[in-house]
């Protein structure tokens, strides 16, 4: 029997907003079969939000969960996923963030918080160690990110406490607000930020004095050395340690093709725009320091200071690629200290960057279409490149001002509302903004649509196209029998094996920079997890085990999304323009997807995960095999279970 006093901290702590009541239940009572960190938190969604719930209803949850390894030394330990129903569209929303959060709910003694109901008033979540406490927020409401953390921690007189927090977006019920980590990292995707909005819960802020226990502990640290030591030996991992996603995603990526030049009008960018925004231009001119999240070797995230200028000074932290992609090519902005600027009004505001990136590009499309003019935007002109339209962008969806407040609703709400053709130009997945480029690699743009939050590239998709792997070692790995990233043969197996890994990833508190994602068969995959796992909670885990997990994880998921959302076959398909419409420049000009291929990769697709090719909901004989009988039953009492077919 499972002894949930190591690697779990065997708590989860409800918290009632309305009643201001809480308490606590086993972590058993999930860990066997959902292990953590996303299982758990959407096995607690699926079970105890009422079909019919909309996302601001006091019926929905927050959840905040972390995992068996979270806060421990396995490399990368710091994560936390936060879920909930999805803003935009009434799906899934589930969100993994780094830092220090995660970790410091567990030495307060819990693996998760999970959030019910509403405040009357606005409130935040103070937790130390047992004391849990609901204290008045009604002074930093519409307070920036940054200017409440630093009300809170003199609220509590505790300056060494970590938070996640949301800004005016969130307050105001922005789709696209997220939930600000240790001020410079969002948990974004699925609107969780507008969702702790309508709570009227400001965030929490969390400070534990405990320790993570693990079963066998000189096995576990032989682990951890060697899972150290194979990122160490990882070519990609020193790229990463050395710039992070903004040295790995910049130049490399424009000729992969992955950034979305224009709102997609390209996939592209100029060279002399990019070089502009390169990492050597930040290195030299801006960078203050590096730092890393807990027990993490990478060193990912940098520190950008800005001592003057139309910005400064302000020092930001948390900058990616993701900032590149979408506010330097989406927008062809190659303004280097503008982009700082743009990336510390997110985390300060708590706009989600890719969302605010897709809406922002669309409305600059629309005005240069005539589809928006002056009289629409109260005077504002809006230009690619122009860095203070974007900057005031920025300011009116997370107020909600003229222009902002349609935007604030997303673009295919704001498209539906607007009318005059303008979902033309829409580019969105499941309702939500997609950020990403998904025409010249197969295998990332599949897992992009196919991801059950509504697109994003951090479920099913993979480098794997681009990374270096050799056609035989595609072939080995994942039956591929080719890794031409135009090909269609056999990509969806690609997804498939990355979905239940993403899923065992965030159910267990590692960070997806670790692994395959990155370096295919070089860093610390599903042995080196399983050898961690088993040493630190005292059961025997396998990789195919692990796998199952992951595989089980997913299927909760993807039950929650057919039973609230109603998603189906249609839903899997990918926004229009990158079927009607090829790349224009660059390596991959004249590349668009192919809707025929698509399709039947949606039927060996549906194939793998035993659902139904018709609808794409599950089949009741795959999740009994899951053994999710109760998940079975959830569906067949709505009729939304898949129905086999010859």
């Known amino acids: ?96 963030s780094g830092g220090h959060l995660g970790p410091e709910i567990k030495y307060a003694g819990f693996d998760h918080v999970v959030i019910h109901g509403r405040a009357e ?150 060279q002399e725009r990019i070089d502009r925004v390169d990492y050597p231009v930040y290195a030299e001119r801006f960078e203050k320091r590096r730092l890393a999240c807990f027990a993490c070797p990478t060193f990912c995230s940098h520190v950008y200071a800005l001592r003057g200028g139309p910005y400064g000074p302000l020092v930001t932290e948390g900058f990616q690629a993701n900032t590149i992609w979408g506010f330097g090519a989406r927008v062809d902005l190659a303004d280097p200290e503008a982009l700082i600027a743009i990336h510390a009004r997110n985390s300060q505001l708590g706009l989600d960057n890719d969302f605010a990136a897709v809406a922002i590009s669309w409305a600059i499309e629309l005005f240069e279409h005539g589809l928006l003019t002056t009289a629409d935007t109260d005077g504002l002109d809006l230009a690619w490149g122009d860095a203070e339209a974007v900057i005031e962008l920025q300011r009116r969806i997370a107020h909600r001002e003229g222009i902002g407040d349609l935007l604030a609703e997303g673009v295919m709400r704001a498209a539906q509302e607007l009318g005059q053709g303008s979902d033309r130009f829409a580019v969105h997945v499941k309702g939500q903004e997609c950020m990403d480029e998904i025409r010249t690699a197969v295998a990332w743009g599949f897992g992009v649509v196919l991801a059950l939050k509504g697109g994003g590239h951090v479920e099913g998709s993979c480098n794997t196209e681009q990374d270096g792997t050799s056609d035989v070692q595609g072939q080995e790995w994942f039956g591929v029998p080719t890794l031409d990233p135009h090909s269609y043969a056999g990509k969806e197996r690609m997804v498939y094996w990355f979905e239940r890994y993403k899923q065992m990833l965030d159910s267990v508190g590692l960070c997806y920079f670790t692994g395959p994602i990155i370096d295919t068969g070089r860093r610390v995959g599903p042995l080196e997890i399983a050898e961690l796992l088993s040493a630190a909670v005292g059961r025997e885990y396998s990789a195919d085990e692990l796998l199952l997990y992951g595989r089980r994880a997913h299927n909760v998921q993807k039950a929650f999304n057919t039973l609230h959302a109603g998603f189906t076959r249609a839903d899997d398909l990918p926004p229009r323009r990158f079927v009607e419409e090829p790349v224009k420049t660059g390596p991959h000009a004249g590349v668009q997807i192919d809707l025929d291929e698509w399709e039947c990769m949606l039927d060996r697709y549906y194939q793998l995960h035993g659902w139904d090719p018709a609808t794409s909901w599950p089949l009741p004989q795959t999740l009994e095999e899951l053994g999710l009988s109760d998940v079975v039953d959830r569906l067949r009492a709505a009729d939304k279970l898949g129905v086999s077919r010859a």
């Open 121 to 270: 008033r606005p409130v935040y979540l103070w937790i130390r160690d047992d004391h849990v406490a609901l204290r008045d927020a009604d002074e930093i409401w519409g307070a920036t990110t940054w200017e409440a953390e630093e009300w809170i921690k003199r609220d509590v007189h505790e300056p060494h406490l970590h938070t996640a927090l949301i800004g005016p977006a969130g307050a105001n019920l922005v789709r696209g607000s997220a939930v600000i980590i240790d001020r410079g990292r969002a948990a974004g995707r699925g609107g969780i930020g507008a969702v702790m909005g309508s709570k009227n819960l400001k965030g929490l802020a969390v400070r534990g004095s405990g320790a993570v226990q693990v079963a066998h502990p000189d096995r576990f640290m032989r682990a951890v050395e060697a899972a150290w030591e194979a990122l160490a030996r990882s070519p990609k991992q020193n790229i990463m340690h050395a710039g992070g996603t903004h040295l790995d995603g910049t130049q490399g990526a424009n000729r992969a093709g992955m950034m979305s030049v224009r709102n997609a009008q390209d996939a592209f960018w100029a």
């Open 1 to 96: 029997m499972t002894d949930y006093s190591h690697g779990w901290t065997g708590r989860i702590l409800h918290v009632d907003l309305s009643s201001s009541k809480s308490w606590v239940e086993p972590t058993a009572d999930y860990a066997d079969r959902f292990l953590g960190g996303k299982g758990i938190n959407q096995a607690i969604l699926l079970g105890t939000v009422p079909p019919g719930t909309g996302p601001f209803d006091p019926e929905n949850r927050v959840i905040v969960g972390t995992g068996p390894l979270t806060g421990t030394l396995a490399p990368s330990c710091g994560r936390v996923t936060i879920g909930s129903m999805n803003a935009f569209n009434g799906g899934v929303a589930e969100s993994n």
